[in-house]
C-alpha cells in the first residue's frame, strides 16, 4: 500500500506538492478502492474522485502510446474543421475538449514530476492512510439524502412544512429539484438541500462547472458529477421582503463570479412573483467551531489559500464581499475544499455612497487593488498636521471640554457598513466612503487570528465605535490616528486602555494562546532532507506537507506548530490585519506570502481572468446595453461575434480560454 | 449649514489661547494642553483677512470683561457706537468684495508659476472658490500667478487693458501687482501674459484676494482668530448660524459636552464637512490599586483561559462555566438517548401506518436498518455514533457555518432582524440555560439594531452613551462562549456539521417583525405582510421586476438541448457566411478574368439562391476552381 499509492498519487495529482488537497483524497480513495471496491456506495465528491482516478490514468496512457482516441463524433467533415478550430464545446465535441484539456494539463504536470521526482519518498512518510477513518467517513449518497432524518423530529416537522411553504411559492422549482432538507437560514435567506433531479439528462452544466484546470485547487468544482450519481444542490430562498434591486445585485453579483475559484458557482436562479430563488452547487460543510481549535498548519493553510483565492478572484472583479467570516466560508474540513458563499451583501467597489467625502486615499486600482495613500506632496498636509494636533489635543483636555455639535446638521456620512460584528474593517469603522477589497482581507485576517489564537469569536461589540475601540485599545492610538488620517478623520480619545503604541498582532496572539510558542518541538529532522528545494528556494512549504494531519506522525505533540511555520503565520497576520487599508496585503499577495506560497507555477497560473482580461481578454467583452457576455472570433475564414454564457469562455493563467484555443493567434 | 460646510473647522484649533481664557478655564490640563501645543503652533499674526477680528489681543481680552461687566461710561458708549459704525461700513465693504469676487472666481482661470508647495494651498483655496486651475499656460488663462518680478510693460495699451478689465469686473481695492513690477528676471511666459492681458498676481496677492473672499489660510486661521475676535464678530457670526468656537476650552451651548471625569472617544471628519462620526463616553467607575481607572471600555486583558480578550479572567466564572456546559452535556446526552428512543417508537407506528410525505422507500429501509441497531446498541453509546445514524450535537453552542447561519452574527449587521429575535423567542425555553442567556441578549440587540440606524445611532449613542455602554458589556460578559472542550471524537463518525449539528430553533415566521423593502413598511408578522394586499399586489406586477427578470434571463440554466440547438445555428450561420464569402470570392476571382467568365457570372446570379439553400449544387453552379480555395 505504501508503494502503490505513491504511484497512483503521482498520476492523480497533477502537482504533487499540493498534497494537503489532493493527496488525502487520494489516500482516502486508495482506501476505498481496496476495501470496498463497488459495493459501498460512495459519498457524491468522492465519487467524483474515484471516477477520476479511474479514467484518467487510461486517458493518460492512450496519449502516452500516441493513440489518438476516437471520441470525436463527426457529423459533417466540412463543420467539424470549423468546430475544431474553435471548439464550441457544444456537447458533441465534449470529449475532444476535454481530452484537450487533460492533454494541456498533462504536459504541465510531466514538469512538475521531474521537479518532484524525489517527492515520492515524502509521500511516502505522508502516507499513514486513516483508514479507520476514511471508512467511518464514509458518509454515502444516501445517507446524504437522508440528513433530515437525523434532525430532532420537531425541528423535522418545520422543516417539512417550510419545504412545502416554498415548493408552494415557486412551484417550478419542484420539477427539476426535490428538496430535501434545510442547510441553515439568515437574516435575508434560507438555504435548502436538494437533489438536482436531471443533472445527467436534461442540463448543459459547462457554465457553472467552469474549467479548472487540475491542479488548480478549483478543479474539483469543473469536475462533472459521476453518471448516475445524485447530484445535490443548494437552493437559497431569498426573502420576498427583500427589495428586488438587492436581489438583482446579488445576482448579477454571482453571475460575474462564475468561474472564480473557490466561490458559490450559481446554476440559475428563477422568480415566481416575488419569490427569488437561487441554485448553487452544494457543498458539505463542517461547522468552524468544531475544528478551528488546535487545527494543523497544513489546514490553516488549505482553508487560507482557498479564502484567499476567492478574494483574489472576486476582487480582480470588482466585487467585495463585504460579508467573510467563517459562516459564509463553507469549509471541508476534510478534504481542505472551501467555499465562499453568501453574497447577499457583497458590492462593486468604486461605488462611492457619498462623493463630498475624501480620503487621503486612491480608489482601487486594478495595479493598487486596496488603492494607494495620496502622497504627502499632494495634500495639504499642513491642514492635516494641524487636525491631528487638534485631536490630540482633545485627547488630553478634561473630558467635560472636550464636546461636539448636540444638533449637527451636517450631512451624516454614508459609507458602507454592511457586513457582520467583529469582522469590519477599521476603515468601515471609519466610515471611509471608499473602500475597497482591503476589508474582505481584514476579515480574513481575522479568521486567521482565530486559528492562532484558539479563540472564537475575539471582537464582538456591537457597535462600530466600540468596535474601533477594541481594535484600538489592540493596535495602539498612533496606528489608529495613522489609520483615521487615511480616511480622513480625526481619532480622539482618553480612554487608558488605548496607549500610545498598543501591541502588535503576534504579541495578542502570544498573550491570548501562550501554548503555541512554548515547547516548541524540533523541526521534523528526518524531514528537510528529503524535502526538494524548490525553485523559489523555499524549502518550507515543503516542510509543511510533511506535517501530517493526523496525530499519528512522529511529530512531537507538545506544540503544534513548528516555529517557521508560526513565525510565517504571524507575519502574514501582521499584514492581514494592517489597519491602514492601503498598507493592507492584497490577497494576491498573500498567495504569494511564504507561509501561503507553494512551489510550482504559483496562483497566477490558475487565476482565472475576468472578462476582458487574460491572454485573449481582448476578444472578450460585455455588451454595452444587455451587458451579456460576447466574445469575438477573428480567423483567416470570418470574423464573428458570440453571445456567451458567463463562466464560460475565462481565461487562465497563461492560457486562452477555451473558446479562442485553436485561434490562429494563439497557436 | 452651507457656510458650516464650506467653512474649515480646524481653525478650532486655533491654540493661542489667549491668558484670559486659560485662566478661566484654569485646569490643570490647559496649561498641560498649552505645553503640547506651544511648539506647534504659529504664534505669528500674518495678515487678517477679516477687519473685525484684526483686534489687539489687549483689546479682545478688554472686551470680554467689558462684556460681563456692569453699565459702562457713556463717553465709552458714544466711541464704542462710533467705532461701530466705522466696523459696519468697513464690514459691507467687505461683504460687496467678498461677494463680487466670489461671483467671478468661477470664471476665472489660473496658471501658477510657483513652486509647488506654495500652491497646493493655493490652488485648494482657490478651488474651493470656483477658479479654475490650469497646467497649460494659454490666452484661455485669466490669473497669471507669479512671484516673479513683472517685466516693465512695452507700452501703455496693456496697462491700459489691465485697469479696464479690472475695472469692468469689480472695484477693486488692490492694487495690480504688474504695477510695482521691476524689470529683472523677466519671462517668456510672462511677457506673454501682458500681451494678453492677462492679469498678473503675486501670491500675496493672492492669498490676499482668497482671505478675503472667506478662503483664509491656515496659519491666518491659527492666529488670527479664537480670543482675538470681537465679540461682535463673534456674535455675528453665530447669528449667522457659524461655529465660532475657536477656543476648543470655551465651552458652546449647542455642543454636547462628555462628563467630567470620564474617559470618551471622539471621532470626527477632519474636513468637519460631515457630522461627527462617533462619540462615545464611558464613565470612570472607580480605580483599581495601582490607580488606574476602571469604567466599561474594552481592555485587551488577553488571558489565555479567558473565553475572549476582553473578558477579564475570573477563576470562578470559569469553573462555574464548565460545570454548567458538562451539566448541560449530559442533559443533551440524556436528551439525545430519548429522543432516540422516541424515534424508534416513532418509526414502529410509521412502518405499520403511512408513508410521509419525502420519505421515500430508501428512507423507510434506512430507518428501518436504524431501528434494528438502535435496538441492539440503545445503551452503548460508542456503538450507536459509530452507526453513524445517530448524533447528538454538543450542546451549548451554536454553528457558525452553514449558510449564514442567523444566530451566529448575522444580527446587527443590517437593518432587517428577524429570525435570530424569534429564535430567541420561541425556543428560548427548549435551549440549554447558558445558551439563554445568550439569545435573550440577541433580542435586545436586534431590537436595538433595528432602530438603530445612520445618524440615529450616533446621536443615540451620544446622548445614551453610558446606558448602552454598559449594556454591551453586560452582554459581551454573558456571551455563550465556545465550549472549552468537546467530547472526545474519537472513533466517532464525522459528518456534515452543517445538517446535523446545529439544532436550529424553530424559525417561526409568524412572529418575525421586520422591515419589507418592497412596501417599505414595518411589519410585526411575516406572513401576515407577505399576503397582504399590498404586498401581494406589488409581488404580481411584474414591471417591479422587470430589471431583476433580465438578468434572471441570462443565468437561466440551460438544457443541453439548447445548448445543441443553439450550435446548429451557429453552425448554420457559419455556413452561410461561408458559402457567401465563396461567392464573393469567386466573384473577383471572376471579376479579374471578366472576359473569360462573363457568361458564367450572369449565369450564377440567377442561381443566387439556389447556392445558399442547397450547399450540393455549389461546385456545380460554378465553374471556379475549389482547389485553389485557400479555406477548403
Known sequence: ?667 | MAAIARRPLYPRVDIPVAPAALAAANSPATSMARRALGGIINLKRPRSPEPHATRAVGETSLKRSKASAPAPAKEKETTTERAREKRSTRAAQDDEFKAKYSKAFPSWTFYFDIAEHDMSDLEQRVAALGGQITNFFSNEVSHFISNKPIPTVEGDTNKENLASKAKALLRSPIKLASKSGASRGEDARMRKALQWGIKIWDTKKLNSVLTRCGQPTLTDLQANHGPRRSLLGLLDAERLGKSTDRDPTSRHHDFHYFAKNSCFVLVEDMSQKFATIAAMEYPITGRSSDGKEKGDWPVPHCHPMSRGPFIPFNEKDERRRAKQDKLDREREKQRAAEEKRARLKRMQQRRATDLRRTVSMNNLHKATREDLEDEVAVDDASKADASGLDFPAPSGYLAASGNSVGITSTYGTTSTVGSSASIANTKLSQAPPSLRGHLQNQVVFSRRAAVVDGKAETTSKATDSKGSGSREKASASSMMPPPDAFPARVGRLRKSKSTNTVRLPKRDEKSKPGYCESCRVKFDEFKEHINSRKHRKFALADGNFAELDCVLARVRRQTREEIELMERHTREAREFEEALQRRERCFEEVDESMGRYEMQDAEEEEEEDEILLSPRKRRTGVRVDWEDDPME
Open chain 1, 1 to 667: 500500500m505504501a508503494m502503490a499509492t505513491p504511484m497512483l498519487l503521482s498520476h492523480h495529482s497533477s502537482n504533487p506538492l499540493e498534497m494537503d488537497t489532493s493527496d488525502e483524497e487520494a489516500r482516502y480513495m486508495v482506501t476505498q478502492i481496496r476495501e470496498t471496491p463497488s459495493t459501498d456506495p460512495l459519498n457524491e465528491e468522492e465519487v467524483d474522485d474515484q471516477q477520476y482516478l479511474h479514467i484518467t490514468p487510461k486517458k493518460r496512457s492512450v496519449k502516452v502510446n500516441g493513440v489518438p482516441t476516437p471520441f470525436r463524433i463527426q457529423p459533417k467533415p466540412a463543420t467539424t474543421t470549423t468546430g475544431d478550430v474553435y471548439s464550441d464545446g457544444d456537447s458533441d465535441l465534449e470529449i475532444v475538449d476535454d481530452e484537450e484539456e487533460v492533454e494541456r494539463w498533462h504536459r504541465r504536470e510531466d514538469t512538475f514530476v521531474q521537479t518532484a521526482g524525489d517527492m515520492v519518498g515524502m509521500e511516502e512518510e505522508m502516507e499513514v492512510a486513516p483508514e479507520r477513518e476514511a471508512s467511518v467517513d464514509a458518509l454515502d449518497e444516501e445517507d446524504e439524502e437522508n440528513t433530515l432524518q437525523l434532525k430532532p423530529p420537531e425541528e423535522q416537522e418545520e422543516i417539512l412544512e417550510e419545504i412545502e411553504d416554498l415548493e408552494n411559492a415557486v412551484p417550478q422549482l419542484t420539477d427539476d429539484y426535490k428538496i430535501i432538507d434545510r442547510l441553515g437560514t439568515g437574516t435575508f435567506s434560507s438555504v435548502y438541500k436538494a437533489v438536482d433531479l436531471y443533472y445527467h439528462s436534461k442540463w448543459h452544466n459547462k457554465s457553472w462547472h467552469g474549467r479548472h484546470p487540475r491542479g488548480s485547487s478549483a478543479h474539483f468544482q469543473s469536475l462533472p458529477r459521476p453518471p448516475g450519481s445524485k447530484v445535490f444542490v443548494a437552493i437559497k430562498r431569498i426573502y420576498v421582503t427583500s427589495n428586488p434591486e438587492r436581489i438583482k445585485n446579488e445576482i448579477v453579483i454571482m453571475e460575474d463570479c462564475l468561474g472564480c475559484r473557490h466561490v458559490a458557482q450559481l446554476i440559475t436562479a428563477f422568480r415566481h412573483h416575488d419569490q427569488v430563488v437561487a441554485i448553487m452547487p452544494y457543498q458539505r460543510n463542517e461547522d468552524f467551531r468544531d475544528y478551528f481549535k488546535d487545527y494543523p498548519m497544513v489546514g490553516i493553510r488549505a482553508y487560507m489559500r482557498c479564502l484567499f483565492r476567492a478574494l483574489r478572484d472576486i476582487h480582480a472583479r470588482d466585487i467585495v464581499h463585504r460579508d467573510v467570516k467563517p459562516a459564509n466560508f463553507l469549509f471541508d474540513s476534510r478534504k481542505h475544499r472551501g467555499t465562499l458563499c453568501d453574497f447577499g451583501l457583497a458590492a462593486r467597489v468604486g461605488l462611492h455612497a457619498y462623493g463630498g467625502d475624501h480620503c487621503f486615499h486612491t480608489s482601487p486600482s486594478m495595479d493598487a487593488p486596496h488603492g494607494r495613500t495620496i502622497s504627502n506632496k499632494d495634500l495639504n498636509t499642513e491642514a492635516i498636521k494641524i487636525a491631528q494636533k487638534e485631536a490630540r489635543y482633545k485627547s488630553m483636555l478634561p473630558s467635560d471640554r472636550v464636546g461636539y455639535p448636540e444638533k449637527d446638521l451636517r450631512p451624516v456620512s454614508k459609507a458602507n457598513r454592511a457586513g457582520t460584528r467583529g469582522f469590519r474593517a477599521p476603515e468601515v469603522l471609519l466610515k471611509c466612503n471608499d473602500q475597497s477589497g482591503a476589508i474582505d482581507v481584514w476579515s480574513a485576517g481575522m479568521i486567521l487570528l482565530f486559528f492562532l489564537t484558539g479563540k472564537f469569536p475575539l471582537f464582538q461589540s456591537n457597535d462600530d465605535i466600540e468596535a474601533l475601540m477594541e481594535i484600538a485599545s489592540i493596535i495602539g492610538k498612533k496606528r489608529m490616528e495613522k489609520a483615521a488620517t487615511l480616511h480622513n478623520r480625526t481619532f480622539a480619545t482618553n480612554v487608558p486602555s488605548v496607549t500610545q503604541d498598543g501591541m502588535t498582532w503576534r504579541e495578542f496572539v502570544q498573550r491570548n494562546n501562550p501554548d503555541l510558542f512554548r515547547s516548541q518541538s524540533p523541526p521534523p529532522s528526518a524531514t528537510p532532507s528529503t524535502s526538494p528545494t524548490l525553485e523559489d528556494g523555499s524549502t518550507l512549504t515543503a516542510a509543511d506537507l510533511l506535517h501530517p494531519p493526523d496525530p499519528s506522525s512522529s511529530q512531537s505533540t507538545q506544540s503544534l506548530y513548528s516555529t517557521t511555520d508560526l513565525n510565517q503565520a504571524l507575519d502574514l497576520l501582521e499584514r492581514l490585519l494592517h489597519p491602514s487599508a492601503t498598507d493592507r496585503i492584497t490577497a494576491r499577495n498573500a498567495l504569494y506570502h511564504p507561509f501561503l506560497v507553494e512551489p510550482g507555477p504559483g496562483d497566477d497560473a490558475f487565476f482565472p481572468h475576468p472578462l476582458g482580461k487574460g491572454r485573449c481578454g481582448e476578444y472578450h467583452f460585455r455588451d454595452a446595453v444587455t451587458e451579456e457576455h460576447h466574445a469575438k472570433f477573428v480567423g483567416p475564414k470570418y470574423d464573428e461575434t458570440r453571445r456567451m454564457n458567463a463562466g464560460e469562455g475565462i481565461p487562465i493563467g497563461d492560457n486562452v480560454c477555451e473558446l479562442h484555443r485553436g485561434m490562429p493567434e494563439f497557436l
